[in-house]
């Protein structure tokens, strides 16, 4: 069965692989997994046949057969669980693994996409100059949780898992702000996860579509 997983036509991130759609390629590569790619413009999102998948009309959405998915997390869940190469054989390895997925994307990814959006709609406000640093602590402390339980480990749980996967793509976020770099182990972290050649793939592929696309804007 074709794996097609829908990705903007003209993504917001400008081809540096933040789109929600880049982990679920990163998890497809990782697995060896061929997969189609089915392009929307914004318009497309918000039209019954896109919302027939995905409800909020946001992607990605996922469709494997009789199979369709939403929420990027649940996608990369699915295909750890269903592929080997993601998750621990070991039960608790595997219980561990599924455990720092949730992390990245309920406590360690909020912050982050609230201090962004704040930068992005809120910046003219008056009272955004004494909101900014309040949103960016809290990035800052749970970085600091983050390299504390890290320490000088390659990976969150021995092995490179699908937690690190979802923990790397929510990391990146962070990159035009400047605040990684004060965590020199979370960049070496992150700089790892990028290197991985399926990460490297995805991101190329994802990459491709901004290119094609501003080249005939």
Avoid: C
């Amino acid at each position: 069965m074709t794996i097609t997983i829908t990705a903007f036509e003209q993504s917001p991130d400008r081809g540096q692989g933040l789109a929600r759609d880049m982990p679920v390629r990163w998890a497809l590569e990782e697995a060896g997994l061929p997969y189609a790619v089915r392009l929307l413009s914004f318009d497309a999102l918000k039209q019954p046949a896109h919302l027939a998948h995905n409800p909020f009309g946001q992607i990605p959405a996922y469709e494997e057969g009789d199979l369709i998915l939403f929420e990027s997390g649940a996608i990369v869940l699915h295909i750890a669980q269903s592929r080997p190469g993601l998750l621990p054989r070991d039960a608790n390895a595997r219980a561990r693994a599924i455990m720092w997925m949730f992390a990245a994307l309920n406590t360690v990814e909020p912050p982050i996409v609230e201090h962004s959006m704040a930068m992005l709609l809120e910046s003219g406000k008056s009272w955004s100059a004494e909101r900014q640093p309040m949103l960016e602590q809290r990035i800052r402390t749970r970085l600091e949780q983050l390299s504390r339980r890290m320490g000088q480990a390659d990976w969150l749980d021995g092995a490179f898992s699908a937690g690190d996967l979802m923990m790397v793509a929510v990391l990146r976020r962070l990159h035009g702000s400047g605040i990684l770099k004060d965590y020199p182990a979370l960049s070496a972290y992150v700089a790892r996860g990028e290197a991985r050649p399926a990460f490297q793939r995805a991101f190329d592929a994802q990459r491709a579509v901004f290119l094609v696309s501003a080249g005939s804007d």
